[in-house]
């Protein structure tokens, strides 16, 4: 299908974008890679009446690490992701996730904070950015301000952006000595939206591990952290942490909850070989 | 209807044109341009028969803007072909039945010349990964990865 007619704006600066947003009398929305914005266009799922374009906004994409803190901007491509000697050698856990993120023409234009401000359930960022204990940063009227990924997401594709935010950087500690990552998903074709998938972060000695967490995507309304599994992880054994597993998704048109349960038990196992290092 | 002017570089020609905003990429090559060989399969992102590059990357034709294209660099299957970089790909999918109906052949060849840009000779598993985004309903891959593999090995002799 084709979209319905809107208006567009190039915005200059981020406080460009603000005004424009909060200007609009009707839904407007930021363009950012519009990889799942224009999909919903086409297919009528979302009808904006103004498209606010923050490509070529200065100073909103780069990855920084300093002071042990790996900062991204927003406008970040997932291709320049992937590409980043840095992201590989200091966030670990996005650069296992990055391949499983769409196909290479969807990642030469999505960015990670269109990905994360889209917050869907079964997207690959947003548990990542969970599971690193990440902060996101926006700007809005009112100034800016910071939230934990924790208290980001709070719904089905539901955030603590307001209507006239802009989602402006993530950022999260850098993975060094002593931390492990992990990640898994299962997905009916490669680089389609996950069935069930798992990102971890742990502190690893030998084969023990603690500070584990956990965050499944594609079993719930948003990522979810299952800290009974995470305990059991850090204190026992694989098995008890499956034991411990207390997810309940719902049925969607990939497969049932009882399958979802079933592969969330099986990603368990393989993330935690990866974490104790046997993988 | 609010429309913008957009100027951009269409396979090396200097295009001019008022589009209206909601145009999509695909549809403007397509229907402002008569560049017919990108092919509108989904609308959704998912069969990836719309791929051209933009500035020199592939990306979705169903999922950008031609208003987001102001100032940029196009090319497309027509502009590539034309252009005899591929020729050994196209001439290598003919020798291994590599299309049938060829509805997503334009997209699969930019997609694979965009991996085998990359040199080097990727494995199969590789290949696959590359042109997982690309639906082809005729043929199983098979020989498609067969035609890619073997132009990459080919080019890795020359």
Known sequence: MKPAAFAYAKARSVDDAIRLLGD???????LAGGQSLIATLNMRLSHPSLLVDINGVAGLDGISVENGTVEIGAMTRHVTLERSSDIAK?????????????????????????????????????ACLVALDAEVDIAGKGGKRTVKAGDFFKGLFETALGMHDVLTAVRFPATGAGTRVGFAELARRHGDYAMVGLAAVAKGSGKSLSDVRLVYFGVGAMPVRVRKAEAALAGRSVDDAIKALDLDPQSDIQATGDVKKHLAGVLLRRVAAQLMGDA | MSTLDVRLTVNGESVAETVEPRLTLVD???ETLGL??????CEHGVCGACTVRLDGAIVR??????????????????????AGDIADLQDAFRRRNALQCGFCTPAMLLTAQDLLAQGGVPSRDTIREHISGNYCRCTGYQAIVDAIESVAQARANR
């Open chain 1, 24 to 30: 609009h009398k009707g839904e407007a929305k930021l």
């Open chain 1, 90 to 126: 200091h966030a670990p856990l996005i650069a296992r996730a990055m391949p499983h993120i769409a196909h290479p023409a969807i990642r030469n234009r999505g960015t990670i904070g269109g990905s994360v401000a889209y917050a869907d359930p079964a997207a690959e960022l947003p």
């Open chain 2, 28 to 30: 403007f090559l397509r």
């Open chain 2, 36 to 41: 017919t060989g990108s092919h509108v399969g």
């Open chain 2, 61 to 82: 034709g169903c999922l950008t803007l031609a208003a987001q294209c102001d100032g940029a660099k196009v090319e497309t299957i027509e502009g590539v072909s034309d």
